[in-house]
């Protein structure tokens, strides 16, 4: 399937405008959070009513329509990232020094504890540090919690390469949560 | 080492529940004698369950998000 063509749409309720209306800040938010630019996430998601609208006129319910219009997303912006060429999207390249980012976790306090706010911003910024690939892998499966090989294939990635985007992106976050002194207790 | 770096690769498929149970079987008893693994682990979950939180939540903007 080409990158940026819809998959096929769930059969059900209707796709209308004040479903669509509800749905934007779901598909800002992702897209935001994919391509770091208010612009650019604005006209993907544009370019995604449109694929929607044109695709099918009737969905299962809403929360399948979220899942599918993040699926088309997704390939929208996956498309975006092939145009402006900043990754080469097969490189499964291992990092230098695997065990860099993998160190046992060192012991801290055992009272410290995740504080729900100063986490989330540490993992926006993270976030935007990871490579785009990764990004999407962690929105898709962590944040939208889609299924592994629903995710593989909004992407157009190998189950094996998204496996690895996984797991290098977790870890980047997951260390970037500790370095930020924030520990998850036991 | 050896035991965690194996351990390490299949942490993040744990998670997922993409591993077979034998592999499961074996995590689950490493991470019962490495309190570094085990420690690894916990935080893979939290900050899987920080990335959870902004499912429904809207993105901080780079500009503030500190």
Same mark, same amino acid.
């Given at each position: 399937m080409p990158v940026g063509a819809p998959a096929s749409a769930p059969q059900g309720a209707v796709i209308d405008d004040a479903a669509i209306r509800q749905i934007e800040p779901v598909l800002m938010g992702f897209a935001y959070r994919a391509v770091r630019r208010e612009d650019v996430a604005r006209d993907l998601v544009q370019e995604t009513y449109i694929a929607a609208l044109e695709a099918?006129?009737?969905? &299962?319910g809403r929360s399948t329509l979220r899942t599918w219009m993040v699926g088309i997303l997704s390939r929208k912006i996956i498309d975006f990232y092939r145009r402006t060429r900043? %990754?080469?999207?097969m490189d499964l390249t291992p990092e230098? *020094?695997?065990?860099?980012?993998?160190a046992p976790t060192p012991e801290r &306090?055992?009272?410290?504890?995740?504080?729900p706010a100063l986490a989330m911003r540490v993992v926006e910024r993270t976030l935007g540090t990871l490579t785009e690939l990764e990004r999407m892998a962690v929105l898709l499966v *962590?944040? %939208?919690?889609? %299924?592994r090989d629903e995710a593989g294939n909004a992407m157009g990635v190998q189950p094996t390469h998204l496996r690895v985007l996984l797991h290098r992106g977790r870890h980047k976050l997951r260390k970037a949560l500790e370095d930020a002194g924030l520990q998850a207790s036991a | 080492m050896l035991d965690c770096r194996r351990a390490h690769e299949s942490l993040s498929d744990a998670l997922d529940g993409a591993l077979p149970w034998w592999r499961r079987a074996w995590i689950r008893l490493h991470l019962r004698v490495c309190p570094g693994c085990a420690r690894t682990e916990r935080s893979l979950r939290a900050s899987r369950d920080v990335l959870r939180g902004l499912r429904d939540a809207p993105p901080l903007r780079d500009d503030d998000a500190g």
């Open positions: 099918k006129a009737s969905f &299962a900043r %990754e080469v999207l230098p *020094d695997p065990l860099a980012t993998l &306090a055992p009272d410290a504890r995740l504080d *962590d944040v %939208e919690q889609l %299924e | -």
